[in-house]
C-alpha cells in the first residue's frame, strides 16, 4: 500500500513537470514553426524506438545486454529495408538501474523523443515504475525481462493495456524448478532461501512451495536474506542443520553468488537451484566455478541449444560482439522483432493499432521459443534448464507449460 | 554442533566489525569527533588491496600492508584538509564536516569507477578444517589471526610507545600535554594514521573473506562498527574490540533462531538501548563532560 502511495505521489510529480516540459516545447515551437515541420518530415522515413534500460548501476549487466540484443536486431532489420522502407532507430537512455530515474527515462522518450515504441526496462520494480507513463501517452511498451506478474496485470486484476513482455513470467520459473527438482532429482526435503527485498524473488518462491508441495515435497526450511547482505553464513548454517536434499535460491547473481560461495565452504553439498536472476558471468566471477558446480537455472534460452535459428542467431551476435550471447542479449533481440511484428501487422505506427497488434500475437517464432500473446499480455512459451559445469552453463533440458 | 558453528560464524564477522572500530574509538577519544568517512577509508582499503592484488600481482600479506600503509596517509590527508581547521569550532561543525567528507569519498570513488562491484580474486588457501563436526574454513582462522595480531600491535603502539604515551596524555587533556612538550599535531595525525590503516587492513580483508567489493560498501560495515564502538564505551580500545565481537555473535545469534530480517534492526535497537541505559557502554568510565 504504501509502495502504491509513493508511486503516485511519483507520478504525479512527474505528470507536473512533464505539463512544464510540454508547456516549453509548446513555447519554443511558436517560436519557430519551421524547425517543427522540419522534424515531422524526417520522422516520416524513420520509426523510433526507444530503450530505457540499465546501463549503469547495480542490474547494469541485464541492460546493457538487452540494448545490444537489440542494436543486433535492428541493423539487421535495416539491413534488410526495414518496416515498409522506413529504417528503425533505437533511442538508449540509461535509467541507472532506479526507480525513479526509470519513470524519467520514460517520460523523456514519451515527450522528447517522440518514440513510436518502448522498450522497457529489465527488472520488475523498474518497469512497473514506467507502466502509468506507457499507458498515459499510450505507447507500447516491452520489456525484455521483467518477469513479475504485476508488471502487465494490476493488483485489482485489470490489464496494463499498453505493456507486454517478451519472457514468460515468474510463477512459471518457480513451477518449472519444482518440477525439475522433483522429477529429474528426486528430491524430498527442499529448502528456500530468498531475496525478501524484491517482488520478483518473493512470486518466484511462492509458486515454487505451491508446486513442490503439490509434488508431494516438503518444504524444511523457508528464509529470507535482504539485498545488499554479505554474511550468509549464519542463515546457511541454519538451513543446513535441517538437511534439505535441494535449495531453491531465487534472487540476482550480486548475493547469490556469495550465498552459493558460502554454503559451499560450510559444506553444503546439496543441489542449488535458481532463475535467470542468476544468469550473469559475474556470478561465476562471486560464488567460484567449483562452488557453483550441482547448481541449475531455469532460463529463457541456451546458445548450446541445437535449434537451427538458435544457431544463426548465436553465430550473427559473435560476429559482432565477440562473445556467447546469454538470455539476456536473445531477449533483447526477439523484444524488437516482436514490436517489428507487430507494427507490420498493424501497418502503421499509432500506439493504439500496434497495441491491438501486439495483444493479437500468435505463433511468432523467435529466438527464445515460439510463442502467442495471452489475454494477460503474457506470452505462452517455453522454458530452458541450464546446469552450472566447471564455471559453463551447460544445456540440460527444456520444458514446456 | 550448530551452536559452535554459528558462534564461528559470529566472531568472522565480529572481528571485522572490531578492527573498523577502533579507528572510531581511537579518534573520537583524542578529539572527540565521530569520524564518519571512516568506514569510507575501510572501502578504499578494500580497493587499494583489490587492485595491489590484480595489477601488481602481490599475495595477501604484502596487499595488506601496502593498503595500510596507503590508507594512513588517506587517514592523514583527511584530518589536514578537512578537521584540522574545525579543531576549536564546535563539535557539531566538525561532525558534519564527516559526513560530508564520507559522502566526498563515496561519489569521488563512483564518478571515476563507476558504481558497478568488483570480485577479489582468491588469494588465501581455502579449504574446510573439520574441528569436531565444525567445519571451519581455513580462511576465517587465517582472519582471525590476523586480526588478533594487528590488535595486539596496537595495544603494544598505545601502551609501549613513547608515540602511545603521547597519545593517552593528550586525549586526557590536550591542553596540558601541550604545556608538557607533547605535539599534539603530530599525536593527532599518529591517531588518524594508525585508525585508517586498522580500517584499511579490514578493508582487504573484507575483500579476501566476501569477495564482493563496491563503492558504496563502507557505510552499513562503517554504521555496525559505530554500534560497536558505543556499545564498548567510546574512547575505549579494548571496549572497541569486545564490542565488535559482542555484536558480531549477536547478529548471528538472531539470524540463526531464524529472524535474518532482523539482524539489521539488532544492531541498532542495542544502540538505541546503550544509549538509554548506559551511555557510557560497557567499559567506558562513567565520568560527566568537563565543561
Redesign the interface.
Known sequence: MAEKRTLKRFASVFLASSLIVGALAACSGKEGTSTAGNTSGESSDVIKIGANLEL???V?SYGSSIGQGAELAVEEINAAGGIDGKKIELVKVDNKSDNAEATNAAVKLATQEKVVAMIAPATSGNVIATTQIANQYKIPTVTASGTAPNVTENEDGSINEFVFRTCFIDPFQGIVAANFATKELGAKNVAIYAD?ASDYAKGLAASFKEQIEANGGTVVAE????A?D??F???L??I??ANPDFIFIPGYY?EV??IV?QAR???IEAPLMGADGWDSP?LV??A?SEALNNTFITNHYSSQDPDETIQGFVKAFEGKNNESPNAFHALGYDTVYFIKDAIERADSTDGEAIQKALAETKDLSLITGTFSVDEKHNPVKSATVLEYVDGEQKFNSKVNP | MEWIQQLVNGISVGSIYALIALGYTMVYGIIKLINFAHGDVFMLGAFIGFFAITRWDVGFLPALIISMVLCAIIGVIIERVAYKRLRSATRIAALITAIGVSFLIEYTMIFFRGPGLETYPEVLPNTSIDVFGVSVSSKSILILIVTIILMILLQFIVHKTKIGKAMRAVSLDADAARLMGINVDNTISATFAIGSALAGAAGVIFGAYYTRIEPLMGVLPGLKAFIAAVLGGIGNIPGAMVGGLVLGVVETVVSAFGFSLWRDAAAFIILILILILKPSGLFGKNTREKV
Open positions: 549503469s548501476g547495480s547494469a525478501n528464509e529470507a536474506y535482504v545488499d554479505t554474511d553464513n549464519s542463515t548454517t541454519r543446513k542443520s550480486e553468488g556469495l560461495k565452504e560450510l559444506g559475474t566471477e562471486l567460484g
